[in-house]
T-cell receptor, first 113, second 115 residues
Framework: GNSVTQMEGPVTLSEEAFLTINCTYT??????LFWYVQYPGEGLQLLLK?????DKGSNKGFEATYRKETTSFHLEKGSVQVSDSAVYFC????????????FGQGTTLQVKP | DAMVIQNPRYQVTQFGKPVTLSCSQT?????MYWYQQKSSQAPKLLFH???????NEADTPDNFQSRRPNTSFCFLDIRSPGLGDAAMYLC??????????????FGPGTRLTVL
């Protein structure tokens, strides 16, 4: 079945540091891939997405490239801010019409001033 | 703005006392989902509605039920809450269809406390 594996957290960085959160997936066919962010006490917000191989999703300085050859969708940001502190979830959607998402376990990012 | 609204944001109930959480959406999406999220864990899908068709996940306890009276509203009923049901409950919506890029839009969640 489909699955998503994220690097374990927490990840602690200083402001302006470079961020990478690894995400790999297992899926049949050609899934879509997503990164969601969850701030404390809130629901999930879509951060970025990619729907086919070699697509790059980007938003708010975050980027992720859909790599079919390595089945990966790593999240990167060149310079993190304290306000980026949150939990990040990688997710995939398979080919069913119901749009069911398979989530990774989440990675907590803490950015210190 | 089009959005997903959940009420209440915080709900306290007693052990065994039925509770209902509500979700509404202005996106006119035909698919609605209910997730349970416990602390430091990923959201766990309980069930979803594809239009009026109810789809239960295999491991969702019978204690959890749902109703969708119309496109805009969906309810989560917990018939006899136990201490283990304390969690954040998230509602989400999406458009169906063959486009795999249709993302889910999440509400802010309802934090359920069971005393």
């Amino acid at each position: 079945g489909n699955s998503v594996t994220q690097m374990e957290g927490p990840v602690t960085l200083s402001e302006e540091a470079f961020l990478t959160i690894n995400c790999t997936y297992t899926a049949t066919g050609y899934p879509s891939l997503f990164w969601y962010v969850q701030y404390p006490g809130e629901g999930l917000q879509l951060l970025l997405k990619a729907t086919k191989a070699d697509d790059k999703g980007s938003n708010k300085g975050f980027e992720a490239t859909y790599r079919k050859e390595t089945t990966s969708f790593h999240l990167e940001k060149g310079s993190v801010q304290v306000s980026d502190s949150a939990v990040y979830f990688c997710a995939l959607r398979g080919s069913s019409n119901t749009g069911k998402l398979i989530f990774g376990q989440g990675t907590t990012l803490q950015v210190k001033p | 703005d089009a959005m997903v609204i959940q009420n209440p944001r915080y709900q306290v109930t007693q052990f065994g006392k039925p509770v209902t959480l509500s979700c509404s959406q202005t996106l006119n999406h035909n698919v609605m989902y209910w997730y349970q999220q416990k602390s430091s864990q990923a959201p766990k899908l309980l069930f979803h509605y594809y239009d009026k068709d109810f789809n239960n996940e295999a491991d969702t306890p019978d204690n959890f039920q749902s109703r969708r009276p119309n496109t805009s509203f969906c309810f989560l009923d917990i018939r006899s809450p136990g201490l283990g049901d304390a969690a954040m409950y998230l509602c989400a919506t999406s458009r169906s269809g063959r486009s795999l890029g249709n993302e889910q839009f999440f509400g802010p969640g309802t934090r359920l406390t069971v005393l």
